[in-house]
């Protein structure tokens, strides 16, 4: 039956793993364009190696189904933490886990255990992986009852390795409605469509050092504009930024690009046999500087503010930075239909409709009305001798 419909699907491979009585059981399938390697597979788990024929690239990939006892689950976090060590691979691994991290991941009766909890998290701790989170919904799986009976959790997620995000660092996760299952399907895309938006420009603190910044930023301000203080003042700024925008489309101030730039030119050196000298020296030096710009750039970028610059944190802060970008980024808004806006143009129209609604009056009527039983406060004597010119007495 599996099969067959995997055929339907027009799948080219597959392994299974088949029930354990009415319980358990895992698909893993494939198409055209993939290699998979097998590296080792339980009743709980398929564990491969995908390299990717279009581009070459190579992760690895363990799909679960955990038990949902607690003290089995445990061993089997055990085995899974030393499958991801022995793989060492740029990691995804994705399913049914049983478990949550958190109690604000089930609504519905009763509580999951904390130690539970603590498992879960100990295992994505120690194994170094991050959640991808999810579009549209927040739980995964449901009871199939409603009202007080119903129950909701968030079973299954997709998570990976700091290695693997870096790789693919636009990917998305959604929820995908179920079809008859208590669970509801995730579909993981690692090169979804970037609706791209003007950015936001900002003051870089790298920037700060720099001797071009100073008399760009010097010409700039001393302009003339006719006006108000503030209209002149608003033209500087103005101009000021489009001058560093320039400045920053023709420099070689990408500090990624100008390492690479250099590490290239230290190995050509290297290969004619020049390992030392003034050359190598100032070459070295001037990658050291970069390293530390870069570094200050990412830290900037990240809001970390409790590690110092010069500890080679560059990675740290770049990750950071990402995960700050997932966690601050709006995958979703809520119509009030109960509907979810996924794309760009659509949650601009549903925050628009709300702020919209909220500041709009839904009753026309004089609001003098309802201040005629107020009493004043200021008498009319009073009021005269507030009006009064002012005087230097």
């Not at 009415?22 to 398929?46: C, H, M, N």
């Not at 509580?111 to 992986?129: A, E, M, R, Y």
């Not at 920037?207 to 033209?235: D, H, K, P």
Request: glycine share 6%.
């Amino acid at each position: 039956m599996v099969e067959r419909t995997l055929r339907a699907c027009r799948f080219e491979s597959w392994r299974i793993v088949s029930l354990i009585g009415v319980a358990g059981g895992l698909v893993l399938a494939w198409k055209e364009g993939v290699e998979v390697q097998i590296v080792s597979k339980k009743e709980y788990y398929i564990a491969v190696t995908v390299k990717d024929l279009s581009n070459g690239l190579n992760w690895g990939l363990i799909g679960v189904y955990l038990n949902t006892n607690e003290q089995v689950r445990a061993g089997q976090f055990q085995e899974l933490s030393a499958t991801i060590q022995q793989m060492q691979n740029e990691m995804i691994v994705m399913g049914d886990f049983n478990a949550i991290v958190s109690q604000e991941e089930k609504r519905g009766e009763g509580l999951k255990s904390w130690s539970s909890i603590s498992n879960f998290n100990n295992f994505i701790d120690g194994s170094s992986l991050m959640d991808l989170g999810m579009v549209v919904r927040n739980f995964t799986w449901s009871n199939k009852r409603r009202g007080e009976k119903q129950i909701l959790e968030r079973l299954d997620r997709v998570l990976v390795s700091n290695s693997w995000l870096h790789t693919f660092p636009t990917n998305t996760v959604t929820r995908i409605q179920e079809n008859g299952s208590d669970h509801a399907p995730l579909l993981l895309d690692t090169s979804p469509q970037i609706e791209k938006s003007k950015r936001r420009f900002k003051f870089q603190q790298r920037w700060c050092g720099v001797e071009v910044i100073r008399g760009v930023i010097t010409e700039a301000w001393n302009s003339y504009f006719e006006g108000s203080a503030m209209f002149v003042l608003a033209q500087k700024l103005k101009l000021c930024r489009h001058r560093l925008v320039q400045w920053q489309q023709i420099s070689k101030f990408n500090s990624k690009a100008y390492i690479e730039e250099i590490l290239k030119k230290l190995e050509e050196l290297r290969e004619t046999g020049i390992n030392g000298g003034i050359e190598v020296e100032e070459l070295e030096n001037m990658l050291e500087d970069t390293y530390g710009r870069e570094e200050s750039y990412w830290k900037e970028k990240s809001r970390i503010k409790w590690l110092k610059e010069g500890d080679n944190n560059t990675k740290f802060f770049h990750q950071s930075f990402q995960s700050w970008v997932r966690r601050n980024k709006i995958w979703k808004l809520e119509w009030n239909d109960g509907s979810f806006a996924t794309s760009r143009a659509d949650i601009a129209l549903v925050a628009e409709e709300y702020f919209r609604d909220i500041f709009s009056s839904t009753n026309s009527t004089d609001p003098e009305v309802e201040f005629e039983d107020f009493l004043p406060k200021v008498s009319s004597a009073m009021n005269r001798r507030l009006l009064w010119p002012v005087s230097l007495e």
